[in-house]
């Protein structure tokens, strides 16, 4: 990954509201992880309502499915500027959600919708989330490639009759659908006689209610096996100023083999904050 291809990617999704990145990863390597998958996209039902689809298998908690996953939710470009986008709301993003989706032949469009819509905050000032659709099987638009508004990031939309015309997402396992928080999209109608798997990867702001509750899908037994990284995505880290702390502690105490019975709390705070805690403690110690 170079910084400039980073850079690139961030603008071009940033102006149009998605971009999709070719052959960031083998189509091998995609087919290994859908092999892993296969079992739970054979037991996962359908859905149940109109949003989540009738003829649509969705499953989450990929992390502790595949080890294979891992590569995705870390792959250097689209981790980068899932940064690069939300950096300037938050000291540290969080992986928001790891799901696998199957579309079988006879499944309707789905409704057009922003993903950041899950929370009530002002939308507008900044971006909420980045999310990466990574294909298993070829998207097109004959079997639901996913369908994006391009430009709505930036438009006020009240009906669903103010929307352009969609673009379908069209591309093979190995390439990377990115879509802002923000941009209207949706799954599209399967006309094939052939199921459509893919893999949506989303990383939000740090201090989000993640879509996906992480330490429920990746207790301490399954996350201390992951990489430091990985494990801070996955939501063991505290967001500064002490924020998803654990008994005053980083929640990451609890991947050690050495978990105090009482943790000692202990500050965790952003620099500007450490330095008036400081002074101000300081202040009232020399009786002033």
């Known amino acids: 990954m170079s910084a400039a291809s980073v850079c690139d990617w961030t603008e071009r999704l940033l102006e149009t509201g998605y971009a999709i990145i070719p052959d960031l990863l083998s189509a091998s390597a995609l087919a290994a992880l859908?092999?892993?998958?296969?079992?739970?996209?054979?037991?996962?039902?359908?859905?149940?309502?109109?949003?989540?689809?009738?003829?649509?298998?969705?499953?989450?908690?990929?992390?502790?499915?595949?080890?294979?996953?891992?590569?995705?939710v870390l792959e250097p470009t689209v981790l980068g500027l899932?940064?690069?986008?939300?950096a300037p709301a938050c000291e540290r993003i969080q992986l928001n959600v790891a799901q696998a989706i199957e579309i079988h032949p006879g499944e309707i469009e789905q409704f057009p919708?922003?993903?950041?819509?899950?929370?009530?905050?002002?939308?507008?000032?900044?971006?909420?989330?980045?999310?990466?659709?990574?294909?298993?099987?070829?998207?097109?638009?004959?079997?639901?490639?996913?369908?994006i508004y391009p430009g709505s990031h930036r438009q006020s939309i009240a009906r669903l009759e103010d929307l352009g015309t969609p673009i379908a997402a069209e591309c093979g396992p190995g390439s990377a659908i990115c879509f802002l928080g923000s941009t209207v999209h949706g799954a599209g109608p399967n006309r094939s006689q052939a199921v459509r798997r893919g893999i949506v990867i989303g990383y939000s702001l740090g201090w989000l209610k993640p879509y996906e509750n992480p330490w429920l899908a990746y207790p301490p037994s399954v996350?201390?096996?992951?990489?430091?990284?990985?494990?801070?995505?996955?939501?063991?880290?505290?967001?500064?100023?002490?924020?998803?702390?654990?008994?005053?502690?980083?929640?990451?105490?609890?991947?050690?083999?050495?978990?105090?019975?009482?943790?000692?709390?202990?500050?965790?705070?952003?620099?500007?904050?450490?330095?008036?805690?400081?002074?101000?403690a300081r202040e009232r110690r020399d009786g002033r």
């Open 223 to 280: 996350a201390k096996e992951f990489s430091r990284e990985l494990a801070e995505l996955a939501g063991y880290v505290q967001h500064r100023p002490n924020l998803g702390n654990y008994e005053g502690q980083c929640p990451s105490i609890l991947l050690r083999g050495d978990v105090p019975s009482h943790p000692r709390a202990t500050d965790s705070l952003r620099p500007d904050q450490q330095l008036a805690v400081v002074a101000f």
């Open 34 to 72: 859908e092999a892993d998958l296969d079992a739970d996209f054979t037991a996962t039902p359908f859905g149940d309502g109109d949003f989540y689809g009738h003829r649509t298998k969705r499953f989450g908690s990929l992390l502790r499915r595949s080890p294979r996953v891992a590569n995705l």
């Open 82 to 86: 899932a940064r690069e986008i939300l």
């Open 113 to 147: 919708h922003c993903d950041h819509d899950m929370w009530a905050g002002d939308k507008g000032r900044h971006e909420y989330l980045v999310n990466v659709m990574w294909p298993l099987t070829p998207f097109t638009a004959e079997n639901g490639a996913t369908r």
